[in-house]
């Protein structure tokens, strides 16, 4: 038997309306590239039963609250297309809570300065965190980010080193600002190989996101997520395909089962023999075989037909869901198969942001004021959003845990850069606790500008220096030191733009 391959696996992110109901994807740009060594994993509290058996072994445990997982990569980069989210988009908004993307672009007026854009018009636009690509053609292309806005005139976190004159563009900007709520759920659907096995993880919520970024490598993003509900080769059943229609000899009977994704072909298969054996005299059992990957309906009474094309319900039978071809009755039997195999592969074919992933050379670093426009050469950069999860424990849910919110959140940036002979300021800024800024910028350049649609932007208003000491690189002295992103005044202290 040949075995499955995992190099064609693929997955698709949707967003949840309800946390923990399930939506299935409805576009091939649902899809998004993960990498290898991707995990998706059931798990549930494992209960220890404690009653004495008349044995010093262990009595049989019980399962407890649902706790599935998932850790998965993908490459940084925008969509290609300036003004769209790029492909992993449900992550990243997540995982920091807010987004908003700039469909106008807007340009400079006369008056702006190195610190100061003055928009011609659309400063409502823009708000602390956001970015700008100023499309300087005789200063050069610079990204900064906004600060504060006062009506239209916008003003900038680090400066620019020349202050732009009127009438040029600055971008439309995709943001994803950190939030105290509003972080979407999702749901990550894996389909094994294309169509050995789907899984499905639903109330899923981004707890951990890390940026890696060293010199001379791409740019990845790693995420970890935890949901509330698992599924494998999960069937939905809704208003549309909840009837069973059938006759015993009785005279026609018409049954549904409830409407929600089932767990596995198994759950299914029982509620559809419960809701059958509910309306007979006679014992209706359902089945379903993993390797055939289909539905058997038997009977022990007299008479079974299966009413798919003439019964009362046909437009809303369950039976093309279960495989049965429904262009006519099954009649003549006890025991009926499905015609069809259960299909576990995607609907759709992915599609892909057609954009390459972005690499860490010719970027930009800025740390510290506004005026610190040089950039910081560091040789790796770490950036880490973790969020405190705390779930909604409810004894009517059938999972025991009715949702789940962020009740937490620290960012925490890592740099690693070669020390220069006479680098003291870090090390005062350390043991001062002063607050600096820290941006980073990375894109595809040409002539030495940055491409629009190609640019991603890592910014924090507010940070310290939390760690400082002096390391060994390959025989190389180093800088390392940890910055402490924080919450000032209640505004926002980490944003992500694509421009």
């Known amino acids: 038997m040949v075995k499955l391959s995992t190099k064609n696996t693929v997955f698709a992110l949707v967003k949840e309306t309800t946390e923990g109901t399930p939506v299935a994807p409805s576009a091939a740009t649902d899809f998004v590239a993960f990498q290898e060594g991707f995990s998706v994993s059931p798990s549930f509290t494992e209960l220890t039963n404690t009653e004495l058996q008349s044995s010093i072994g262990t009595p049989k445990s019980a399962l407890g609250f649902e706790e599935p997982t998932a850790s998965v990569s993908h490459y940084v980069r925008h969509s290609g297309v300036e003004g769209q989210e790029p492909n992993f988009k449900h992550l990243l908004e997540a995982a920091l809570g807010a987004k908003s993307v700039n469909a106008t672009e807007r340009t400079t007026d006369a008056g702006s300065t190195t610190s100061v854009i003055e928009l011609t018009a659309g400063g409502t636009d823009f708000e602390r965190g956001k970015a700008v690509l100023v499309k300087d053609a005789t200063n050069g292309y610079s990204i900064r980010n906004v600060?504060?806005?006062?009506?239209?005139?916008?003003?900038?976190?680090?400066?620019?080193?020349?202050?732009?004159?009127a009438?040029?563009?600055?971008?439309?900007?995709?943001?994803?600002?950190v939030a105290n709520s509003g972080h979407p759920t999702l749901d990550l659907w894996t389909y094994r190989a294309n169509g050995g096995a789907t899984e499905l993880m639903a109330g899923t919520r981004v707890t951990d996101m890390?940026?890696?970024?060293?010199?001379?490598?791409?740019?990845?993003g790693s995420f970890t997520l935890s949901g509330i509900k698992y599924f494998f080769d999960p069937i939905t059943i809704s208003a549309t395909n909840k009837f069973i229609d059938f006759d015993d000899a009785g005279g026609e009977e018409n049954v549904s089962v409830a409407e929600k994704t089932y767990k596995d072909p198994y759950e299914l298969a029982a509620a559809i023999?419960?809701?059958?054996?509910?309306?007979?005299?006679?014992?209706?059992?359902?089945?379903?075989?993993?390797?055939?990957?289909?539905?058997?309906?038997?009977?022990?009474?007299?008479?079974?037909?299966?009413?798919?094309?003439?019964?009362t319900n046909t437009a809303n039978s369950i039976g093309a869901t279960l495989g049965f071809s429904v262009a006519a009755d099954d009649t003549g039997s006890l025991t009926y198969t499905s015609d069809?195999?259960?299909d576990w592969s995607a609907a759709y074919t992915p599609e892909y942001d057609d954009n390459d992933p972005l690499i860490a050379k010719s970027n930009t670093i800025l740390i510290?004021?506004?005026?610190?426009?040089?950039?910081?050469?560091?040789?790796?950069?770490s950036i880490a959003l973790s969020n405190t999860k705390t779930d909604i424990t409810d004894v009517c849910s059938e999972s025991g845990k009715s949702g789940s919110q962020?009740?937490?959140?620290?960012v925490n940036i890592d740099v690693v850069a070669y020390l220069e002979q006479g680098q003291a300021e870090e090390f005062k800024r350390?043991?001062?606790?002063?607050?600096?800024?820290?941006?980073?910028?990375?894109?595809?350049?040409?002539g030495g500008n940055w491409v629009p649609g190609k640019a991603v932007n890592f910014f924090s208003p507010t940070c310290k220096i939390s760690s400082f000491a002096l390391g060994d690189g390959d025989g190389i002295v180093t800088l390392e030191m940890s910055l402490q992103c924080f919450v000032a005044d209640g505004l926002g202290e980490f944003y992500i733009n694509f421009l």
Do not use: H
């Open 147 to 165: 600060l504060s806005v006062s009506t239209d005139s916008l003003t900038l976190a680090q400066n620019i080193a020349n202050a732009p004159a």
């Open 167 to 177: 009438g040029i563009n600055v971008g439309k900007c995709v943001n994803y600002a």
């Open 210 to 220: 890390t940026i890696d970024i060293t010199a001379g490598d791409f740019i990845n």
């Open 273 to 311: 023999e419960t809701a059958m054996n509910g309306a007979t005299l006679d014992t209706i059992t359902v089945t379903y075989d993993d390797a055939a990957r289909k539905f058997t309906i038997a009977s022990d009474g007299a008479t079974l037909s299966l009413l798919w094309n003439t019964g």
């Open 340 to 342: 069809d195999a259960q």
């Open 368 to 381: 510290g004021e506004a005026d610190e426009i040089t950039c910081f050469g560091a040789q790796s950069v």
């Open 406 to 410: 962020f009740t937490g959140r620290t």
């Open 430 to 446: 350390y043991r001062n606790n002063d607050e600096i800024q820290f941006c980073y910028n990375a894109g595809v350049k040409s």
